[in-house]
């Protein structure tokens, strides 16, 4: 990444866009459906922003950051110890927690995220309640279906978080199923 100095952020929307100009760069011209990727992590952030309106995340600054900064990690060749330089120690442990690691079980995997706590919690089932919206046109049966069962998952291990946020997962988890399984197994 560039060597960026700037003046520290104070107000939310600097943690917000020093968040999102990193993840610009860092997801450069990867798409989402199609669109630049960076409608992902937005849409990610604006759920998060809604469950923090609707009861007080822990610390919102940094899951706002977090939910922008979440597929990193995952989908890029950048660090955690590059993003050190830029970010809390709690965010880029947040976004490792939400990194998929290459052998970790799916079990594993979110049990690390539900002792990570509520916040990192709210922003998996954030992302899953996004990602439930657009399908990837090659997705077959079984994936859907593996999907699904891996949403539903989510939505037993990490609901505890957020009462809303598990509302909104139950409800995308519906329409899913109700867009994308009845048709097709019909
Ligand atoms: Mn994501």
Redesign the pocket.
Known sequence: MKDRKAAPPEEIQDFYNKALFYAAEAHGNQLYAGLPYMI??CM?ADEVTAADRTVPLENFKNAVQIALL??VL?DTPITKDEMLQYFEPEVVHGIDLLTKKEGLPLLDYLEGIKAGGSDVSVIKMC?RI??LQRLPVHWKADKILEYYEESVLILEMLGWSSEYVSWRLRLKIELYEEMFMKKRFK
Do not use: G, T, Y
């Open positions: 992902h992590v990610v979440h597929d995952e992302d996004i990602n």
